[in-house]
């Protein structure tokens, strides 16, 4: 049975090259969040860090910037207002005054998040139902904020032939893969 190597995914328009092993582990990583995940963070989470343990990441999740290119992840993806009834919109109109407090609140380690919002929609082809639960606006930011800081972690030990749910990878990447592994002879 032929070993599966880990691919490299494509790089992105307008990027620009960096020195030899740089260049590589940023493209390889090209959807961390920058304002996180460093070069010197990035060459950390390839070479490993001392005692495979990562400390101090808290902080990265309540910085600023971090929590600013979340608020702009949650704006883009849109959605429902939850439990609290404060749409995107509505956050948006003081989204500097509610970051700040977001921040205060976080690094003061306080933060709680509120109640799911719990609605019932159609299930496709269906006359079911399914649930889907609506998190707060600033919950949402707060997932993301942590999922930027806490994603490359644990991306760096899956499985090479894992699609399912990680970045830069979905069902057509797995079924092209499959199709060259049995191209190249290799069988189960």
């Not at 019932?120 to 999922?147: C, F, H, N, Y």
Request: glycine content about 10%; proline content about 5%; charged content about 35%.
């Amino acid at each position: 049975m032929k070993t599966i190597e880990r691919e490299e995914r494509p790089s992105e328009a307008g990027e620009t090259p960096k020195q030899g092993g740089e260049v590589q582990i940023r493209e390889r990583w090209r959807w961390t969040e920058p304002s996180v995940w460093t070069e010197q963070m990035l060459t950390a989470l390839e070479k490993g860090v001392k005692g495979g343990k990562w400390f101090s990441l808290v902080d990265k999740v309540y910085s600023s910037e971090n929590l600013r290119a979340s608020w702009e992840k949650v704006m883009r993806n849109g959605g429902a207002a939850g439990v609290d009834r404060q749409s995107i919109e509505a956050y948006e109109k003081e989204v500097e005054k509610n970051l700040v407090e977001l921040e205060k609140i976080l690094r003061a380690g306080s933060y709680s998040a509120k109640p799911i919002k719990r609605v019932w929609i159609p299930k496709i082809g269906s006359k079911e139902k399914r649930p889907l639960g609506i998190p707060v606006v600033a919950d949402r930011i707060v997932q993301t904020a942590m999922r930027n800081v806490l994603e490359p972690i644990f991306e760096k030990t899956f499985a090479e032939q894992s699609y399912g749910f990680q970045p830069g990878r979905g069902c057509k990447d797995a079924l092209r893969r499959v199709e060259e592994l049995l191209r190249n002879g290799t069988h189960g």
